[in-house]
């Protein structure tokens, strides 16, 4: 397993050999990933960039391969105080994510690690092997009140190394064993491998899964999001889960006006037919680098509608291209966000979504006795 002293930049651009600045791809390094680019993060100091000789060196370089790189952090369970999501704690199995979403705002989290949010972020991947020791260690501290937990809130607890790794099904068998209510958001039709843990806690009221679908047009989803499952099979998965009985959501995130906005009323339409209870949306956030990465995405893809999704995307962030404020990042502001959230809020209405909320149980929370612990009298 590599460390991170053995981590290296991977390249994604290199520069004409007549030295013009015009930026050459690289096909292998592309093919197969979202983002098309790999800028250096916020704090590094220099850019690497790979020249043509004149004698078809370029040719020569290998071609991109997922690596994977072992973290050991000292606590699993990350705090927030954001008033814009309904959970004050999260778990993240990973760092990175193989799906390679374009728009993913966790992108940035990359450039932490001396790493690329671009190519980078969905081809360097870090493994946290001691998630479910480290969670048991946590939940068993007497101070501990519990509320919540959202497992993927940064990348996708079920990205393809899950299958190898199961460090995700580690995790819930750790919150099964202490009855500890939480939440799931993923792209992958995997989740249902662990319907075996989520049935018996969902009839408990102690999960819910969501299934983010940000289009029904499966050529979109390949390009947009290459290496998730497919909008069939989220659906698919959405069915499943649901007829085990557990709690199921539909995520619209991101919506991305001019690119999947007309796309609302058939996807919740889809999702409810599968047996969706509630549904969610989020419009699209595009923080630091990510604004860079999506923007070349989006002149590779689709150059005839780019200007026009760009001018959208101000007109829902206050004539910029990222609003970061608490209040307003999540939903934008002004007259197209408005009339977004209105058909979203008017289309799930109308299927019945969200009728019926229910609220995950913290009170059957427990501590099994530890190795050693004796039980109390009263």
Not at 112 to 122: K, Q, T, V, W
Request: hydrophobic letters at 40%.
């Amino acid at each position: 397993m590599p460390t991170l002293m053995d981590m290296r930049p991977s390249p994604g651009l290199a520069v004409d050999a007549l030295g013009t600045g015009k930026m050459t791809r690289l096909p292998q390094m592309e093919r197969g990933r979202g983002a098309g680019i790999n800028p250096a993060g916020r704090f590094e100091n220099y850019t690497e960039t790979y020249v043509d000789d004149g004698w078809d060196s370029l040719s020569d370089i290998p071609k991109l391969r997922t690596e994977i790189f072992t973290e050991t952090p000292k606590a699993i369970i990350t705090r927030n105080q954001s008033p814009d999501i309904s959970f004050d704690r999260s778990i993240n199995p990973y760092r990175g994510c193989e799906h390679g979403c374009v728009y993913c705002y966790a992108r940035p989290a990359h450039a932490y690690m001396g790493l690329s949010p671009g190519l980078d972020f969905e081809s360097k991947l870090f493994i946290k092997p001691n998630a479910a020791e480290l969670l048991r260690a946590e939940l068993s501290a007497q101070s501990y009140v519990p509320a919540t937990i959202a497992l993927g809130a940064n990348t996708d607890p079920y990205q393809p190394i899950e299958r190898s790794y199961r460090i995700t099904r580690g995790v819930i068998e750790v919150l099964a064993e202490f009855q500890h209510p939480f939440g799931i958001v993923t792209k992958s039709a995997n989740v249902t491998r662990d319907l075996d843990l989520l049935k018996p806690m969902a009839e408990r009221d102690l999960v819910k899964v969501a299934l983010s679908i940000t289009t029904l047009d499966p050529k979109l989803a390949r390009s947009m999001e290459p290496r998730a499952s497919t909008p069939a099979k989220r659906l698919a998965a959405i069915e499943m889960l649901a007829k085990a009985g557990v709690r199921t959501v539909v995520m619209m995130g991101p919506i991305i006006p001019g690119l999947n906005d007309h796309e609302i009323e058939n996807i919740l339409k889809a999702a409810r037919n599968a047996g969706a209870a509630e549904a969610g949306y989020t419009m699209l956030r595009l923080p630091f680098e990510v604004k860079e990465i999506f923007k070349d995405w989006l002149q590779r893809e689709h150059p005839d509608r780019a200007a026009k999704v760009m001018s959208h995307v101000k007109d829902v962030r206050g004539g910029r291209e990222n609003d970061p404020n608490f209040g307003s990042r999540m939903t934008g502001t002004g007259p197209m966000a408005w009339m977004i959230g209105r058909r979203f809020q008017l289309a799930a209405q109308r299927l019945g979504l969200n009728a019926n909320r229910i609220k995950l149980r913290t009170d059957l929370f427990r501590r099994p006795l530890q190795r050693g612990e004796q039980m109390m009298l009263f």
